[in-house]
């Protein structure tokens, strides 16, 4: 294939309004604190990544882990100082969704608030999108 010449057009836009772009992912303040607390203890960490992956009745379910470094295809989502990425693969079935954390008597957790999940099977760990 040989090398071709792209062509753009800018246009100024007048009479529409642009909309903001929102984040794929947004953060409670109680998921900020805690993020914050834990990467406080791991230095030569910059964030949590969220990933899916296969699992439970229904499909998918979310992943944290700690990392040091943004890959290539993560999309970063930085809210109040706490830096978040998300994996290629996980980033449709979040857009919208809203990280929390919370905890009580017997357990506590982060929650993942998703408006596109259509159900969710007895163990509360997969979606169907």
């Known amino acids: 294939m040989s090398a071709s010449l792209v062509r753009a057009t800018v246009r100024a836009v007048s009479k529409r309004k642009l909309q903001p772009t929102r ?22 960490h910059v964030g949590v990544k969220v990933g899916v992956r296969t699992r439970g009745c ?8 700690y990392t040091k470094t943004k890959g290539d ?6 809210q109040d100082g706490v830096r978040v990425f998300i994996e290629k693969k996980a980033q449709l079935t979040l857009l919208g969704t809203e990280m929390d954390y919370v905890e009580d008597k017997l357990s506590s957790e982060f929650v993942f ?8 099977c007895g163990c509360g760990e997969s979606f169907n999108i």
């Open 23 to 44: 984040a794929a992912l947004t953060l409670t303040p109680s998921a900020v604190n805690k993020i914050k607390q834990l990467l406080k203890d791991k230095p030569e």
């Open 58 to 65: 229904n499909g998918l379910s979310y992943t944290l882990e």
């Open 73 to 78: 295809s993560d999309e970063e989502v930085i």
């Open 113 to 120: 608030n998703n408006p596109n999940i259509k159900g969710t």
